[in-house]
């Protein structure tokens, strides 16, 4: 096994971008950038045999010129896995990946275990750089190097968590100093932060995520106030974790506007949980500003599980940062860290290329893709809304491709648990999958309410292109069953 030296790091300013004047919708929707040819790749990655011959002039191969389009009927075989009779829509958990890219996967997978020797001297990195380059010009990084390949988003915050907790071990940190994240924090990123950082003595702020929610300013105050609350008797916001689209309840962020206000009041570091970003709304890290930039890809990009990017913008701490699992690439850089982390299947990296292929059969490519899943899901949220008599919980412009409908109240849903009994009831008497938050109300807050009382539940609804209408209809009238006969609602919560 070859040993590398480390390349010398790059010094970047932190840059801001005033962006306030941007919509919400823009933010979500404006096309991908046009990107410059040619990715850039350090020496240290091209002096690797193991990147092949032609790893200096990777190019991304252009959007082809299509003719014609995939059909429905084509969506709808590529799908033709998915279990027949669920309304499936739930993209948001686990994502969804179409028949021609589990069929490169099923290649890629062959080919290693044909010859296992060639593929890791000759064929792994290299094929692992073309996806990273990709990856780079999709979401407009300086350098392929600042985009690592890693299984999910957990780890991707377990490795920006894990340099915060290392900081404060070692004495770079003050006790107390902090890390700023919203109450609906992803729970997986909430307990990175307690298990590598409240260890270490580092504490914890929480920014309410006001919900129901109408306008960024609301966000915006409220994160402004959490600022002041880690800033208080002088100690120092080291990390804020902003999401970019939270999961429960799910909203769309002001997040260049986050950043922005992070810059202007001096905390360290900001790590951006994009966990449903990447084919769901628009990705500009430069744009966005932030140190830590990570999105699955297995979500929303037809990937199949697993794999995100972590974007680490270069600075100084570049080389605090390292993959949780240490194997020989250990010290060669986070990118080269994460591209071996030992024996193990790799194909969900190499088939980026192909899922890229697939979105691309699409009109307008990417940007179509969330156009059409965006404007589909507030049309059903609207549907659903109007059949039950509540509301949507954000307003259209701060959703994606996932909305949150508010649940008639005569559900009486009163907790976590009574939400989780409805989704499985969901699940095994109408065969259509859900997820379902509870929204607990907060002190001196009123909550919205419906003709019968306060809305405590909230259905969040995904697109993905092989959903139907039919699917939305479905949940539709199931609730509405369950409306028709109170005495089943009332027996399944309080079992
Ligand atoms: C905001 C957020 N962060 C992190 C994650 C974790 O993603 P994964 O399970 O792919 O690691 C999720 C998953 O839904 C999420 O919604």
Known sequence: MTHYSLGP????????????????FERCFRSLPNLPPKPQVTPMENEDPRNGESSRHHQVTKKPRLTQFITESEIQKEFAHHQSGIARINNGSFGSCPGSVLAAQRKWQLKFLQQPDD??????????????????????????????????????????????????????????????????????????????????????????????????????????????????????????????ITSMPSVVTPVRELVKICREEGVDQVFVDAAHAMGSVRVDVKEIGADFYASNLHKWFFCPPSV????????????????????????????????????????????????????????????????????????????????????????????????????????????????????????SNYGVEVPIHYQASRDGEEGWKDNDGLVTAYARISHQVYNTCVDYYKLRNAINQLLDNPQIAQKLLAE
């Open 9 to 24: 790091l790059l010094l970047s300013k932190h840059t801001v971008f005033d962006t306030s004047a941007l919509s919400s």
């Open 119 to 244: 593929f890791y001297f000759n064929t792994l990195r290299k094929g692992i750089l073309h996806s990273r380059t990709l990856v780079k010009d999709l979401i407009n990084a300086d350098d392929v190097d600042e985009v690592s390949l890693v299984d999910n988003a957990t780890t991707a915050a377990a490795i920006v968590l894990q340099q915060i907790g290392r900081s404060f071990a070692d004495g770079k940190f003050h006790e107390n100093d902090s890390v700023l994240m919203l109450h609906c924090a992803y729970e997986a990123v909430k307990k990175s932060i307690q298990a590598y950082v409240t260890r270490a003595g580092g504490s914890v702020i929480e920014v309410q995520l006001p919900f129901p929610v109408t306008s960024d300013e609301e966000i915006i105050a409220e994160f402004r106030k959490g600022l002041q609350k880690g800033k208080s008797n002088g100690r120092k916001v080291r990390l804020a974790i902003i999401d970019h």
């Open 308 to 427: 995100a990017f972590l974007y680490c913008k270069r600075t100084s701490s570049s080389s605090y940062v390292h993959h949780p699992v240490v194997s020989h690439e250990y010290g060669n850089g986070l990118p080269i860290e994460s591209a071996w982390i030992g024996t193990r299947d790799y194909s969900s990296q190499l088939v980026i290329p192909s899922a890229l292929e697939f979105i691309n059969r699409f009109e307008g490519g990417v940007d179509g893709i969330m156009k059409r899943n965006h404007e589909k899901v507030v049309e059903m949220g609207k549907m659903l809304a109007e059949s039950w008599g509540t509301k949507l919980g954000a307003s259209p412009e701060m959703c994606s491709s996932m909305i949150m409908v508010g649940l008639p109240s005569r559900l009486h849903v009163m907790s976590q648990d009574d939400a989780l009994r409805l989704r499985s009831h969901l699940r």
